[in-house]
């Protein structure tokens, strides 16, 4: 079965750091594009993060840059985000999805880990 | 950063009535290169169209989408009971991807 699963996600202190986790499988991982989109409580969809098909290149949003890594391993057909000083307003689901097209669009998604961060 | 408005906030319709959602955007997305999303309550997003106007897999032809430019359209020509949701707009013409803020079809 072609199916996104992520993990990692918990409640998390402000300044803190998490690591989720995207396993693949059903497809060759190593030949797409991968993105991290989220959704805070009861709001939108924003993108978050983008790693070419190697690795050997990421792009971040303004709102997460030099806070978060996106990396992935593709012997293990797993994407990651590092999180560090982590804010509150970094609470939502965190979504996995492939990417498609030039710079992407989303045609396969994970059901999502949700982060929270409090005090 | 290209910006996407989407309108109406909300659309009540009832089952078998035509839905006509829009997607503005701030300026001209290239190639065409804007998405349309499904997502039902405690679901991931379901991608619907891309490219303006290319049905995904699976996806049923009662949706279609249209538009080019800054000015795009999903038509959902009659509704049936499973398609009461939020809707999405994304483009991908600029390095920083954006979604537009969604368009709730509730049932009037």
New interface residues.
Partial sequence: EVQLVESGGGLVQPGGSLRLSCAASGFTFSSYWMHWVRQAPGKGLVWVSRINSDGSSTSYADSVKGRFTISRDNAKNTLYLQMNSLRAEDTAVYYCARGRGLRGYFDLWGRGTLVTVSS | EIVLTQSPGTLSLSPGERATLSCRASQSVS?S?L?W?Q?KPG?????LI??ASSR??GIPDRFSGSGSGTDFTLTISRLEPEDFAVY?C?Q???????????TKVEIK
């Fill in positions: 190639s290169y998405a999303y997502q679901q991931a997003p379901r991608l891309y490219g995904a897999t999405y994304q991908y013409g600029s390095s920083a991807l954006t979604f537009g803020g969604g």
